[in-house]
C-alpha cells in the first residue's frame, strides 16, 4: 500500500470551517485506499500572534523557550484536524513532532532533522489511522521541544515521506509551479512537471512556493513532491528527478526578487586582504550578500560590486565609511531600486547560444543590466526594478513559458 | 536546601503585565535561597476557548486529541513565564508535565498520576534554574499527553512536592482559607491553619479555594500546603496535619452549596431492588446525588428522598414519569431552591454536644432543615436557599468563626 504524506500550510488551515474542508479532503484521499500521513501547519496567523505575545515580554525571548511557545501552534492543529477527521468517520491519530519520532538537532528556532524514528506512525498507519503529524517541530536529543525555522512544515513533510518510503504533496493556495509570475504575465503556463535542480533555482531566487530546503531534502532521498492548490482540484506540478533531454523545454521559468541594493567600492588597493576584509565585515555584521563582481586591477587598484537587500542600507553606509577613514582614497555607491531577475531551466546544460539569446534580448528591448551570474542551469542579471515586468513578458512570450 | 512547589492559578497569569508581576514574585522568593518549582495553570480564559474552537467541529471531540489541544494552554504559560523570569536575570528552564517525568493513567481529560520521575526537575534544580512546569498535564506510558481534569494544576503542584520533597504554596486570589464566607460575613476570620480533613470537608462541601483532591494528596504524602493570595503578600492559610487537640476550636468553617434540589419519591414498594433500581437508572443516567433517607417501611411501602443539583431537574422527571407508568401508585415531589449547609470541624471528634447545639441554633431562629446528613467532623444540613445568609451568620456568630 503507498504512503502518501499530505501537507497544508497555515492559510488552508486558517480556521475550523477550513479544517473542516480540508479533512474531506484527506477522506477522498484516504478512500483511494493509500496510508494517509497528514502534516499541518499552525492556523494561520497563530505562530505570529505566539511571537507578539512573547514580545509583550522580552524583545530577546530564550530560543527554547521560543520554541516551546511556537510548538502550541501545530499542536491545536493536528488537535483539531483529527477531531475534524473523526468527526467525518475516520480513524485517526495526531502527534506532536516528538511522537511522531522526529529527532534534531539543539539548534533551537531553525533545528535541522537528524532522523526519524517512523516506528509509532508505522504502528498507527498499520491500524488503519490517519496520523497527522505537527509540522515544522521535532525534539533534540534531550528531550527539548524545538522547531524548525523557514519552510520548517514542507521539510517535516518531505522528512516524513522520505522516512516513510513514500510521495509528498504540498497543497499551498496557488495551482502549482509557473515558469514565469502569472500576475505579471497573466497568459503564464503552470508546469506539469520540474527537475529539483530547477525548482531549487527558482525556489532560491524569489518564486515563493516552496522552501530550497524541503526541495533540496526531496531530491537528496528522491521523493516525489506534488505541489497543488488546497482550494482546487487541478493537478498541480510534480518535483522530481529528471534528465536534461527528458523534455524539450529550454527555460523553465524566470524570476525576480525586488528590493535589491548594489554597492560598488571604487579604488580598492589590490591586496588580498583589503577585498577578503570587506566581504569579512560584511559577515561579522551578518549582511547577507548576493552576487559579486571584481574588475581587474589597474594601477594596483581595484573595483568591486556586490548586491545585498535594502534593509541593510545604513548599515553598509557605516561600515564603508569607516573603510573610507581606514583606506583613504577608495569611493563607494549605492544603487537601490535594482532588481534580480534569473531565468532557469535544465536545458541550458545541453543547449548552447541561451544566455546569448537571452543578452540580445534584454539588450535589443533596452534592458539595462549591471551584474550577471551563472550557474550549471541558470542566468541571473540585477536590472533596474522599473524594468522586471518588460523583461519578464519579453522572456516569457521568447520561451514560451 | 528547601524546594518550594509555588503554583499560579489561571487568574494569576492572566496577561503578560501579570506573569511580569508573578515572575517579581517568584525572584523574591528565589533570593531566599530555596530552590523553587514553579507550576502554573493556562493563561485566563485559554482553556475555555480552545474548548470552544473543539466545538466549532464537533460536540464529541475525541479525548486524547482534547488533551492535546488543552495542554497547549499550559504549554503557553510555562514558555512566557521562563521568558519573564530570563529577563529579571534568573536563570530558568521550562518544562511540559511529559517532560517534568509526570506519569499518568491514560484516562484522558480526567487522568490519575501514577508517578513523577523527578530526574530532570533535580537537575535543573541543581544547576541553580527555577524550574518552571505545565500544571494539569502529564505523559501516559504510550507517550501521549494526558490531562488531569478538574483541580488539575493544584494536583500537579501538590504531587511535584510530595515527589521533590519540598512544601507546596498555592497562590490564588483570596487571602487564604476562612471559616465562612466572608461575603456573607463580613467580620469572617482567615484560618492560620487547617487540617487536611477539615480542609477536605470545606472543599467537598462548596468552598472553592483548593480541590479536595489535591488535599487528599497533600494529606496521603504529608505535604504542607500554604493557600496564599498571589496579588498581596498577607500571610495565607497553611493545610497541614493537625491533632484534634491542637487548638482548641470545636468549628473549623460553615460553607453553603446553593442550586440544591431534593427529591422526595413516595409509596415505593418495599423490596430492595425497587429502591436500588432508582439508583441504578439515577447512576446511568449519570446524575450525582449527594444526601439520601429512607423512611421505615409502612404497609410494605418505602418513603426515599435525595438530594441533587437543579440541573438535572428536567432528566429526574424523566426518570420518574417512566417509574410512575412501571410501579403505578408512586408520587414524587421536586423542592428547588433549597441549599445545603455544612458544619465543618476537627474537634467534632471529641466534643459532644456540638450537634445538639447546632439543631438547637437552628430551631430556635425558625430555620427549617429537611435532611440531615453527619461524618467524622462535619454535620450538613439541607435548608431554604433564602435561609442560607441567616443560618451562616447565627453559626459563625455562635462558633466565633
Not at 505562530?47 to 530564550?62: G, R
Amino acid at each position: 500500500m503507498a504512503t502518501v504524506v499530505m501537507k497544508f500550510g497555515g492559510t488552508s488551515v486558517g480556521d475550523t470551517d477550513k479544517i473542516v474542508n480540508i479533512a474531506k479532503r484527506i477522506k477522498e484521499k484516504k478512500n483511494h485506499g493509500d496510508n494517509i500521513v497528514v502534516v499541518v501547519s499552525a492556523m494561520g496567523k497563530t505562530t505570529n500572534n505566539l511571537i507578539e505575545l512573547s514580545k509583550e515580554i522580552t524583545d530577546k525571548p530564550d530560543k527554547r523557550d521560543l520554541d516551546m511557545l511556537m510548538a502550541t501552534g501545530e499542536q491545536i492543529s493536528i488537535s483539531l484536524m483529527s477531531m475534524a477527521l473523526k468527526q467525518l468517520g475516520l480513524d485517526s491519530i495526531s502527534l506532536t513532532g516528538i511522537q511522531a519520532g522526529i529527532v534534531t538537532t539543539n539548534d533551537h528556532t531553525r533545528a535541522k532533522i537528524n532522523n526519524i524514528n517512523p516506528e509509532n506512525i508505522v504502528n498507527h498507519l498499520d491500524e488503519d489511522k490517519v496520523v497527522v503529524i505537527a509540522g515544522f517541530q521535532g525534539g533534540s536529543d534531550d528531550g527539548s521541544i524545538t522547531t524548525l525555522g523557514r519552510g520548517g512544515s514542507d521539510t517535516s513533510a518531505v522528512a516524513l515521506a522520505a522516512s516513510l518510503g513514500g510521495s509528498c504533496e504540498i497543497y499551498t493556495d496557488v495551482n502549482g509551479i509557473y515558469g514565469v509570475d502569472p500576475r505579471i504575465v497573466p497568459s503564464a503556463k503552470k508546469l506539469d512537471y520540474i527537475s529539483y535542480d530547477e525548482m531549487m533555482e527558482l525556489a532560491s531566487r524569489g518564486a515563493r512556493v516552496m522552501e530550497t530546503r524541503a526541495v533540496e531534502l526531496g531530491q537528496k532521498y528522491n521523493v516525489e513532491i506534488l505541489v497543488a492548490n488546497s482550494h482546487n482540484t487541478e493537478a498541480g506540478t510534480i518535483i522530481k528527478e529528471m534528465e536534461d533531454n527528458m523534455e524539450t523545454r529550454v527555460i523553465t521559468g524566470v524570476t525576480t526578487l525586488k528590493d535589491c541594493l548594489m554597492v560598488s567600492v571604487r579604488n580598492l588597493p589590490f591586496e588580498a586582504s583589503h577585498v577578503a576584509d570587506l566581504f569579512n565585515q560584511l559577515s561579522v555584521r551578518k549582511i547577507s550578500i548576493d552576487m559579486i563582481s571584481q574588475t581587474a586591477p589597474h594601477n594596483n587598484l581595484v573595483d568591486v560590486s556586490f548586491t545585498t537587500t535594502k534593509e541593510y542600507t545604513e548599515d553598509i553606509i557605516d561600515l564603508l565609511e569607516n573603510l573610507k577613514q581606514e583606506l583613504g582614497n577608495i569611493e563607494f555607491y549605492l544603487n537601490p531600486n535594482l532588481a534580480k531577475l534569473s531565468v532557469v531551466g535544465i536545458g541550458m546544460i545541453s543547449q548552447h547560444g541561451v544566455a546569448s539569446d537571452i543578452f540580445e534580448l534584454l539588450s535589443t528591448n533596452g534592458i539595462v543590466y549591471y551584474q550577471v551570474t551563472t550557474s550549471e542551469i541558470s542566468i541571473s542579471y540585477t536590472i533596474k526594478e522599473q524594468d522586471v515586468a518588460k523583461a519578464t513578458k519579453i522572456l516569457a512570450e521568447h520561451f514560451e513559458l
